[in-house]
């Protein structure tokens, strides 16, 4: 079930008046039956694959309390579960790729191997098999009590707003609200349509219109100008950021409905005046997933600078692979660690403080460098980025142009700038105190606008495939 449908738009008010008519003790059992059956509605059978590693990482987390005074045999079950765990998560999603590139060094050196391997990727496995991980260390480090209630742990693992694109919820976040009696309250009731509403417009009115000239120019990148690429890469940065935005922004209001606070995920990422402060804005949850998790146990930057380079680009480079099993987003994952390690050698040498033409700059020359590496992310595969920066910075005077409607860039001009109103502010936030007259124009144009300006073509939400 995906949020920009029918059957949601009926699912939704259903499981939140289920929600509230049901006593506290016994919420859990709607809020999950409700997960599974939003889960289901993509591939019914996919579900035995979250439950596998729901039970691994539930018996561990005992299994450590349990065993707390043994240290060897405590890591010794942290270690199994997360084996485990990304045991599953590497058959489904990256032993395809490592087979076919394994078949290809086979051929090149003249053997004849001719294997395969076709397993279609659950939706958001990465994202709740990280969300699973993140429970079995903090567990692990004492920071976690075991969920000894199995229907809790499992819903804190498939709570349907965050279940396929997240946000990675921590337990010490998620598990404990869902816990919390949740009271029916006026004030989230409306925050929440609010965010709902905010973000349909993004990604339906948005980066779906913005993503019909992406999608063009992309399936063949050479047949065009290199002014129309160029649109065509910002248009993605603004397709992606919408996109995912939106459906962050969407799962924060469904979840705010039932009184549940999740994480914010994005916070005016394209202000960033360096690549660092981008990914403290971009996709909040994941990046300080991986600094709690994989950054700082390496020293984090308290090693020498040589030490702290290599973490950085350990750090970036299972980034990029996390997002999907290709050459491409390895050499995304590169690119940004390599510019961040660059980034810090700099700032060493600038004096402090920054006037506004400078942050200016900043801000406009990392967007640049950022819509750059999009190419990499974008690009269907190594061949198609070669095409695409060679389209951009040699058709001068070739190619087609691409004709862009009045509404792409109506829309885009509206997104940005929302993003500068909303600089560190949230939607439903920002709207309070606001006039009564400015809110519901707002609203009623964004209804407008998705009734009638939404894109005839149904684009499913980018991180669907991660």
Request: with cysteine; hydrophobic share 50%.
């Amino acid at each position: 079930m995906v949020f920009n449908s029918i059957p949601y738009l009926v699912f939704l008010p259903l499981m939140v008046l289920v929600f509230y008519l049901t006593p506290h003790r016994f919420r859990w059992i709607p809020l999950l039956a409700g997960s599974c059956l939003f889960y289901m509605w993509f591939v019914p059978k996919y579900i035995l694959i979250l439950l596998i590693t729901i039970v691994i990482d539930y018996s561990a987390g005992i299994l450590m309390e349990k065993n707390g005074d043994q240290p060897k045999r405590k890591k010794t079950f942290m270690v199994l579960s997360i084996t485990a765990t990304l045991l599953v998560l590497f058959i489904f999603k990256y032993l395809g790729f490592v087979n076919d590139n394994v078949v290809k060094l086979c051929q090149s050196l003249g053997l004849d191997v001719r294997t395969s391997v076709k397993l279609i990727l659950p939706i958001g496995l990465s994202f709740h098999t990280f969300q699973s991980m993140s429970y079995v260390i903090e567990v692990y480090r004492g920071n976690q009590k075991a969920e000894r209630h199995f229907g809790y742990y499992a819903l804190y693992v498939m709570f349907f707003p965050q279940l396929v694109t997240g946000p990675i919820e921590r337990p010490g976040n998620l598990l404990r609200q869902l816990h919390e009696e949740k009271r029916f309250s006026n004030d989230h009731l409306t925050r929440g349509l609010r965010l709902i509403l905010f973000g349909f417009f993004i990604k339906m009115v948005v980066a779906d219109n913005l993503g019909v000239y992406v999608d063009m120019v992309y399936s063949n990148p050479l047949e065009y100008n290199s002014l129309s690429v160029w649109i065509a890469m910002v248009f993605y940065s603004f397709q992606i950021y919408g996109d995912f935005f939106g459906y962050s922004t969407i799962a924060l209001g469904s979840a705010l409905l039932m009184g549940y606070e999740i994480s914010d995920n994005f916070k005016t990422p394209y202000l960033s005046k360096n690549i660092a402060e981008f990914w403290h804005r971009w996709h909040i949850s994941l990046s300080t997933w991986f600094r709690d998790y994989v950054y700082i146990p390496m020293g984090g930057s308290r090693v020498k600078w040589s030490r702290w380079a290599w973490n950085i680009m350990v750090v970036f480079v299972l980034s990029g692979i996390w997002h999907g099993a290709n050459w491409t987003f390895l050499l995304w994952g590169l690119a940004h660690g390599i510019l961040h390690i660059v980034e810090k050698g700099i700032r060493k040498k600038e004096k402090r403080g920054t006037t506004t033409t400078g942050r200016l700059f900043s801000v406009l020359f990392t967007f640049l460098l950022v819509t750059l590496f999009w190419v990499f992310f974008r690009a269907t595969n190594l061949t198609n980025i070669k095409e695409v920066f060679q389209a951009a910075f040699t058709h001068f005077h070739e190619g087609q142009s691409l004709g862009v409607d009045w509404k792409g860039w109506v829309f885009l001009g509206i997104f940005v700038i929302s993003d500068l109103l909303l600089f560190n502010t949230r939607f439903d936030h920002w709207c309070k105190g606001k006039p009564a007259v400015l809110r519901w124009v707002l609203y009623f144009g964004m209804i407008f606008s998705i009734i009638v300006f939404s894109s005839v073509e149904n684009f499913p939400f980018i991180y669907f495939q991660f």
